[in-house]
């Protein structure tokens, strides 16, 4: 009997899955590989190359999935890592002169430094399984690393999610760091006469702000919405509602146009 994920018994095997195709995936992969056993690196190869990993889902600082091993019902495992502090992440980039890197994400691209400051270090990951393997490096775990380091290839932004600073969080620090607080100037003392002697209108108008000038609101810094949006996730809804790949483009598209001329001065 086929097993589900798998090809059935005399049939060729699946065409192999590119993985490691990017830096930071490599890098991902070589240290998970580093503490398996290597007949659990061919195991866990195999589940990744016949899809048998499922329902894969990343947040703050967890990866979890399904997967489907030698056993009639499946495995649950989850992956954990301590997360990453965003103040600390955009101070570096400063510091290093690097926050371009932030914007260099949303088109598919790590950095050096942001990788750096993101990827999990040797140890920081910790993997739970329902499977009876209580080495806490089961191969179903490394196959959940591998579908993470293919999403990753493809949406840098996961990584920055895996972290707990997602790539939005980010970049509104950075914008708010470039803005240097303003202090407001003290309310000035009311001529004499205008409160007609009363303290209580005095104290009233000072609540108020009477007479207090507010310095200038300032400039919004500019924001492509385009840049923030999950493209895959979109075209993935665009295709669930019934709408073909070829228009579902299309929509992107006229999408990121759409927000180019609310961006353009009037």
Not at 232 to 257: F, I, K, N, P
């Amino acid at each position: 009997m086929a097993r589900a994920g798998g090809g059935a018994a005399g049939q060729g095997r699946a065409p192999q899955r590119k993985m490691g195709t990017t830096w930071f995936s490599r890098a991902l992969i070589r240290q998970a590989e580093d503490r398996t056993e290597r007949r659990k690196v061919v195991y866990a190869r195999r589940l990744y190359n016949e899809r048998a990993v499922y329902s894969v889902a990343v947040r703050d600082g967890r990866a979890s999935a399904t997967v489907q091993g030698t056993q009639l019902d499946p495995f649950g495992v989850e992956l954990t890592r301590p997360v990453a502090d965003p103040d600390t992440v955009v101070a570096v980039l400063a510091g290093e002169g690097a926050t371009g890197e932030l914007t260099a994400v949303a088109r598919g691209d790590l950095g050096r430094t942001l990788g750096g400051l993101v990827l999990p270090e040797a140890g920081d990951l910790s993997a739970d399984c329902t499977c009876p393997d209580p080495s806490g490096a089961c191969a179903h775990a490394l196959a959940l690393i591998y579908e993470v380091a293919a999403a990753a290839a493809a949406e840098p932004a996961l990584l920055l999610d895996f972290a707990g600073v997602p790539l939005a969080a980010l970049i509104a620090r950075t914008t708010t760091s470039r803005t240097s607080p303003t202090r407001l100037p003290p309310a000035p003392a009311l001529p004499p006469g205008d409160d007609g002697g009363d303290p209580v209108a005095r104290d009233r108008a000072m609540f108020y702000g009477g007479g207090t000038l507010l310095p200038p609101l300032p400039e919004p810094a500019p924001v492509d919405p385009t840049d923030l949006l999950d493209p895959a996730m979109l075209r993935t809804a665009l295709r669930r509602s019934g709408t073909r790949a070829a228009d579902a483009v299309q929509a992107t598209e006229e999408l990121a146009e759409l927000y180019a001329r609310l961006r353009e001065p009037r």
